[in-house]
């Protein structure tokens, strides 16, 4: 507890509670204004008195402390019943509000800047607010406002005096996520918020007006614009008749310029509805499959859709212009492992299929050639990744005006990587860590994780819903502060030190200089003399094991330009290495891992270790650079000997590095 006067923090004294069990958990507290009592609500409907002493004590100034003791509980409401009563300071009922048919409050808000009656004078005053305190000593007078109130039939108090009862509108909350304006002189309970009987499982954005679709576990659909903060429509999906569980609504999708609306459920149904109006079309019901509908995406002509679902089913459907009806045309499962994205990419034709999954394959669907005799089926099938699982991608173009070329990329998210691919090679062009791993961490914006997101047609709003969320949280966006956050990063390597060990004065940085160096040095010791001082390196000085960063740097500039980089320097070559390392770092277990399989190829068992000639074979026979020389390296070689003498790693730092990151998976890997 802490005290403004003395700026000390002090222990609270914590009042002894008779009938806890009874009572229940304490749910809020409050003091009142020049008094010495304070209250506090529990969750079984009970308010409880704490004061000074047993008895009431008039206030006198100056006297107020914290140490308070428990004076009794009165049950005011039951916890089941929405019900808000009013009390006088002695916890005597005064009024109440009840029939509004409301869930259990549980918490209720006044104006800050309440109306209140002085002592010595039958006249109302409202204290005046400011931006910094909310009460000061000068006061407008609200005489006439108040007596123009009290001449209608205002409502009494349950006093024998039956004297005229009045207190401000206020706002009510409730235990199904629904807040209310209470209206006192009508009495009238307005609720501000629209319908959430159930917690929100899909969201999805118009693409010409500020509508947003809101989908809740219940099959409830609503229309919002966001703008005037509005219901446009509200509407359930029907239960059929095959399964009357699972009907929550999973995923939402509109077509491009919101020609067509296609719901999905969890049940495997799929809706076709209005875009607007958001009622079932006629034969817009269709089930293929009876597993949770978890991504839908639409043609680039709006003539297809396609979706996948927990089972790793890929389901087709097409557009029939004459009936102006959709048609299943097939499904399959051309993967062996979850499906993690699908997406449309353009084509000379119209546009393809594509998904990715965690088996590291991308795969291409015959969905442009197919008709009625050609069924839905794998047009062409490629790893794009060796160790890493590719989360999603998408389908960025660009255009170069110096070489008059088209180029189309397709980028991959990796474990905090973003992975460019040319389109049709589907060779790596770019690897790049991700801004969230950067020296700007992310901050927590919701306390729950968020599930989706949507953006704004015009993008000045950013909508997301968390897990069993009840509400949709709608984001202002502010392209300045991504700007100023750019100009905070510094130029040139300011923004990389913080991605490697130590910084800017740390042993790897010094590391990383000292190598780019000797590749100069040997770089001056091939050329014919006279030489000349250059702050560039030669692509061929990379080494063998930094192939992906020489690749990378290679290729970078080809689509502007049309021309191979044949020299890097110093600070492309700290940014590839801080693109191209993993994230975290190898672990034990994964060196340990690779060890093992060293010892198979050499025809050892786990943990025997491996001898000399053992391993300049296998070297020999995988082509690894630099075998000539084995000498330096132990004649027995153990798992223990090749982590701390060998790669010279420091077990204790180890063990500290692998205890702050405990929270991250270890059977994960990385793009290398």
Known sequence: MFNSESKKFSNPVVPQIMHKNKIGNLTGATYLNSCHECYASSSKGWLLIFGNTLYPKPFEEGELDNSKIFRNAVRVSPVSIGCCTTTDGRVRILYWLKNYNLASITSISFHLVPKFKHQDAHVFYTPKSYEDRICECEYKDMVEEIEALFREDLPTDATLKRNPFFVNDFFVATTDSNTYAIDFINDKCVPLFLIADDYVSAIEIHDEFPYIIVGYANSRLLMINYNKNELVNNTVLPVTTESTEDLSISCIKYSAESRHLVCGKENGEIWVLEPILLAPKTNGLFRPTKNKVVKIKFSTNTTQFAYYDTARTVVLFTYDVESSEWIFRGKIRSHYDDINDIMFMPSDKSSTLYTISNDRHMVEYNNEIIDDEEEFGILTRERIEQTASPMNFLYWFESSEATNRKFENTTFSFIHKIKFLYHTTKIPRIVVLAPAFGCFKNQLIRKMKVVDFVLSPDGKYIFTFGVDDHCVFKWEIKPKAVELMHLLGGKELEPFYCLIEGGKNGWLFQEIKDLFYYMQILQQENIDLPRRVSDNISLSELPDLLENMMIDIKYRNYNESGKINEEVNFIDFVKLFCNHKPAYGYSKERVEKAFTILEEHAGHSSGDG??????????????????????????????????????????????????????????????D
Do not use: C, W
């Open 610 to 671: 491996i001898n000399r000639g053992g391993i300049y074979e296998i070297f020999n026979n995988y082509r690894v650079g630099g075998t000539e020389e084995t000498d330096f390296l132990p004649e027995e070689i153990n798992f223990e000997t090749l982590y701390e003498q060998i790669l010279g790693i420091d077990m204790n730092r180890t063990q500290i590095m692998e205890g702050i990151h405990d929270d991250i998976p270890k059977d994960e890997d990385e793009s």
